[in-house]
């Protein structure tokens, strides 16, 4: 630490004494004036411009001043009160996708991420780093009046609410759905956890490990390769499953918010979640019942998804640091560096947007580092500020030092703080709706998702496993199938009826219909193109059916293609690709 602070230090001297030398060059030259030192002075203000310039990029590729928030929620503001893994990287994954995200901790509770793997420093662990990105941090006691009046401010602002507790956390410290619903009634409030929040489990801790052991996922490896006894997958594998399925869920209620102009309660549990993710193949043979409610025996032997669906199978398998050796991996690989903690990699968002890009974003912030900026965009003065610190009614980086008796480190802090820029934290930009809107809609019947319209063209598990997600989100999804190529999934588990029961799960709640050469099926092709707002693809479909995205998009400037491939490529960037919930309602609210 003191090594990384003394280098902190370097860097701000060495610059101080640059402007020092500079600004006396300057006054010497101005002094003087006359046609003799005129260049002097031109000289040494020139000097002074190209010194700041250069120190402002080093703030700025250093984390300190943030950039222009890009990407497709841009404008999207954040309140994340989660820790560890599940709710961090719901919002994780928004700010990836450039929403602004203000993570808020305890000092007597701080986010324990910040422990968990290797770090440069105290508080800046491996984890942090992938579960808060391009975050700011602002450190609250929400158990006093003035830390709960800072929150409450924070959530005037919001578009989303994150947060994992225990059921019941929320209500001992006043911030549960109903009040924060009286502060901004379109705050989109997502609430995680682990068995959901009533039952006979929710109120226990819960692990990742333990949601495998529940759902079945151990026991289901029990007797493959070497394994005589239940096996758990050594990552934190429901926690990340529940993130992308809540993040989902929370792109659908913005598109509904957009639509009905109101927020919602979103509540997403990781054993929930665990079973979502999988039944397809996991409980594929537990599908078709009897009447006595057991397993139908008369269901065809179920034949496994990977016999059906093959794929290339790799020679030997690589170890962990053979594979990111490989150039598929290295290519995904971003380096990112900290003024203070030097240089990071990360994996790249995985999906390509043409019309909104997404930028890598900033390391994971320090404990409280933005908490005085954040405090200063919402109104509150520098006397107001210190007297809030001073009673550790929120705490920034160099306070935190303080406390902890190293006030001088802790001033090399303060000049960060200082000099800490990037845009303001604002209220949503977000178009919204009024009452008076014709186009309103008060309810949406069949989901968030509601109205948007998804023509499926793609085979096996991912794409339609992406469009399943829509459809039961709400939204019209209509999967077509060419004669003589139908999807290998209609013969994978137990197959009754000629339906097999994973092309059940991975295809409800869809409208479907086949296709061949003629002239009228190439025209019904068409209106489904003209029909849809969202068009999911791969390359099999593209063969199949002669329409690329390119095609698509010629004509259709305003659709959503989302192509789904093995490996993202460079040449086919589509008109937006989208997460596994396509991002539709941004598309809908452009075009609108």
Known sequence: VTGCLKSCEKVIMVSVAGFSATAVAVAVGLAQYDVVSTPVAALSLAVIFGSVLIMRKKLRAGGIIRGEVQGPLAGVTVVDLSVVIAGPWVSALLSELGAEVIKVECLNLPDSARGLGCGPVRGLASLLQCTAPGKQSIVLDLKTDSGLDVFHKLIERADVFVQNFRPGAMDRLNIAYGVLKKINDKLVYCSCSGFGQDGPRSDKRIYDVIIQAFSGSTMCQKGHNTASRPMAVLQFYFDKVSAMLACNAVLAALHARHTTGRGQLIENSMFDSAMYFLWPDVYQNKTWVSADGNADESCTAPTPLVDVLGGEKPSAIPTADEALKDPAVSRLRTFRHHLL??????SDFPALFTKTPVPTRQVAPMLGEHTVKIATEMGYDAARIRDMLDKKEIVSTQTLLAHMGQAGKGKVFGIVERVQGGPPFTSTVLPTVHATDTNVRTTLRNGPLDGVKVFELTYGVTGPMAS?????????????????GLDPTRVCGAVKNGLGSAFLHLNRNKRAIKIDDSAASQ??????????????????????FGVTADDITRTRPDIIYVHVGAVLSSRLRCDRIGLICGLAHFGVTERD
């Open 468 to 484: 399943v997600v829509l459809a039961d989100f709400g939204a019209d999804v209509i999967k077509v199938e060419f004669d003589g």
């Open 523 to 544: 025209v019904a092709l068409q209106q489904l193109l003209d029909w849809a707002d969202v068009v999911l693809g791969d390359h099999r479909a593209e063969t199949l």
């Open 341 to 346: 903690f030097g240089g990071q990699h990360k």
